[in-house]
Nanobody, 115 residues
Framework: QVQLVESGGGLVQAGGSLRLSCEATGIIFRIYDVSWYRQAPGKQRELVAFISDGGATQYAESVRGRFTATRDNRKDTGYLEMISLKPEDTAVYYC?????????WGQGTQVTVSS
């Protein structure tokens, strides 16, 4: 079955850390670029991090220096390490895997940062 399964969200205090995981099944994960998006209530979905199939990364200005995208192609899994979390990071986080015309989304995981 072709899918992305996310895990790792939760409730954390401001200044805390979380690591999100995005496990792929049914695809050749190593050839896919992986992106992380988030959507807060009442706001549009925004791109926060990107990691290419080769491991190059890009980040939104709002998370640069605090979020790190990595991948383990042996485990078919992408990760988003988040430190120094702020209340404004509260959102549903989605992973996306893209290669050519193949575009997959995870189910989303809630991250809530309390002040």
């Amino acid at each position: 079955q072709v899918q992305l399964v996310e895990s790792g969200g939760g409730l954390v205090q401001a200044g805390g850390s979380l690591r999100l995981s995005c496990e792929a099944t049914g695809i050749i994960f190593r050839i896919y670029d992986v992106s992380w998006y988030r959507q807060a209530p009442g706001k549009q979905r925004e791109l926060v991090a990107f990691i290419s199939d080769g491991g190059a990364t890009q980040y939104a200005e709002s998370v640069r220096g605090r979020f790190t995208a990595t991948r383990d192609n042996r485990k078919d899994t992408g990760y988003l390490e988040m430190i120094s979390l702020k209340p404004e990071d509260t959102a549903v986080y989605y992973c996306n895997a893209n290669y050519s015309t193949s575009n997959l989304w995870g189910q989303g995981t809630q991250v809530t940062v309390s002040s």
